[in-house]
């Protein structure tokens, strides 16, 4: 065992057995690089990262690789889930050198911590035109030792050029109708129009894109931006990268008609689609949309949640097949004869011709990813739901992916929104209270005294490090979901602990956010990131949260924090509308007021519900009765019944329409 063997990664603790005398990220591996004049092997990935376990299978697990790396090198092994900060400063310095990025990312350093050389996946011999893993090891070696001058040049020169991009707020002022209007025009270029989604292979789910999407046409009534949110979920629902038996996404398409994924399941990919889909669901009505939400919220509880209450980060794309081998996809692909075998010959030929399973495969050797036709035949719907039953019974016989436990504080906020109103909507207290379980796990186990938030914990106990700006944002977030559904204004109460720390210590001059605290640990550079990558920005999921909790309160200073983190929208959403949606997401809210919903009557009657079900982009909704219901919500202060009989309000821009207590009303009042 090596010195990962006490971490709490899972990631890093299936390398503790390596030959390789790895170090976690900390001063003490950089000082015994010091100590020996030697650089550092940086390697970064995570447990569910296909590639990151074929590198070490072939190069970290070789023992002649490990000795010579062990002799030269001090080698630190990062979980980027566990440490976002440490992995996107060394992404960015590795996409700017080499103008690509992705995991496993192998970067080496000088003592100093300061990056010279740059690379994802070296294999373990030469191979279309990339050097075998050790010849760079060789390599870099060599430079260190003979050309040391010219390492230290290079090394500066980064890290000025690094420190040199720090981002100011954006532009002047928050984004309005011509920056909107001109993002969706980009979107719609980048549409594509026979597949749904946007651009080409690989095609990841836009989920933040969808819900930009879907607000805007709730506050205009584009049906252009409707038409492209519905195709793309439904072209998603129906491919390959959608798991027809079990339910719930892969990570992302490897082609641009949904139909070949990589299987790898992310905790963060289904809280968001899950909610996509709701939301869909309240837009259109989509009984496609309810069954995808519904699927996905029982997937999350059922394969992902933690006996602790909270929500795991992954499942891996890898599990033994039938030859015991590790493979890519074995769990969930199949073959004719495999479908004959458990359905018998006339349901297997049924099921074959229903989810486009073929003699020739759509997978690797002859398997096939199951996904639905499409060819508009009825079907008879009793007999594809046996046919999916017994087929899933049957895999649950194979051996399963690995699953990696640790509980990641933002992602779990994601999770906790998606089931809060996913329950809310279709009736399913159950998956209400999951979400109040997850809320629960991460005031106990993540949320200190002092209302610092912890990133990661496992087995309910926290980690080491300290949470990023995006577990502010998207905790917040959860706990504001969860505020609206239950009526509970502790969650309400939450949400400001963090958000206040979000003004405090990740709040920079004219509005700027950066994803670190100021009092996190200093790196080469200070990571500020406002575009979406798999997940909202930290940034503009902060902004959103700053503006609900606002809404809920008044607060004049969150209010004008939003704002001013908006700026970066307005800048870059005519340019890069792709990578900022959720941002549009927000400004869509912005523009729309937010508007402020105050039912003065019970939790979970009539008028809360429509509110809930209300598709105003991003209005709050507070509810609660009784002389105690104002010292939950500010909102419901001064609220009381109309003809002793349930009442809602709805306020936006210091404007309140005539109280209402008929349910009809208020969902025209909220775009219903």
Known sequence: MNRLAGVTSPYLLQHADNPVDWWPWGPEAFDEAKRRDVPVLLSVGYSACHWCHVMAHESFEDETVAAYLNERFVAVKVDREERPDVDAVYMEAVQAATGHGGWPMTVFLTPDAEPFYFGTYFPPEPRHGSPSFHQVLEGVSAAWSDRREEVAEVAGRIVADLAGRSLAHGGDGVPGEPEVAQALLGLTREYDGQHGGFGGAPKFPPSMAVEFLLRHYARTGSEGALQMAADTCSAMARGGIYDQLGGGFARYSVDREWVVPHFEKMLYDNALLCRVYAHLWRTTGSAEARRIALETADFMVRELRTTEGGFASALDADSEDAQGKHVEGAFYVWTPAQLRAVLGEEDGAFAAAYFGVTEAGTFEEGASVLQLSGDGR?????????????????????????????????????????????????????????????????????????????????????????????????????????????????????????????LEQFTGEGGQLYDTAHEA????????????????????????????????????????????????????????????????????????????????????????RTALLGRAPGAVVAAGEGPGAGAEFPLLVDRPLVGGVPTAYVCRHFVCDAPTTDAAELAVKLGG
């Open 521 to 608: 640990e200093k790196l080469i550079r200070r990571p500020q990131d406002p575009t979406d990558s798999a997940t909202p920005a930290g940034w503009t999921a902060a902004a959103g949260a700053l503006l609900s909790y606002a809404a809920y309160t008044g607060s004049e200073a969150h209010r004008t924090a939003a704002e001013g983190a908006l700026g970066v929208v307005k800048a870059l959403a005519p340019r890069a509308p792709r990578f900022i949606g959720w941002g549009l997401a927000v400004a869509e809210a912005l523009l729309d007021g937010p508007r402020e919903v105050a039912v003065a009557g019970p939790v979970g009657g009539e008028l809360h």
């Open 378 to 502: 009825p079907v008879d719907a009793g007999r594809v739901a046996g046919v999916r039953a017994r087929l899933l019974a049957a895999r649950e016989e194979r051996p399963r992916p690995g699953r990696d436990d640790k509980v990641v504080a933002a992602w779990n906020g994601l999770a906790i929104a998606a089931l809060a109103e996913t329950g809310a909507y279709f009736d399913r207290p159950d998956l209400v209270e999951r979400a109040t379980e997850a809320a629960d796990l991460l005031v106990r186990v993540h949320l200190g005294e002092v209302a610092r938030l912890t990133r990661t914990s496992k087995d309910g106990r926290a980690g080491t490090n300290a949470g990023v700006l995006e577990d502010y944002g998207d905790v917040a977030e959860g706990f504001l979901a969860l505020a609206a559904v239950t009526g509970e204004g502790a969650w309400l109460e939450f949400a400001g602990f963090l958000l206040d720390v979000v």
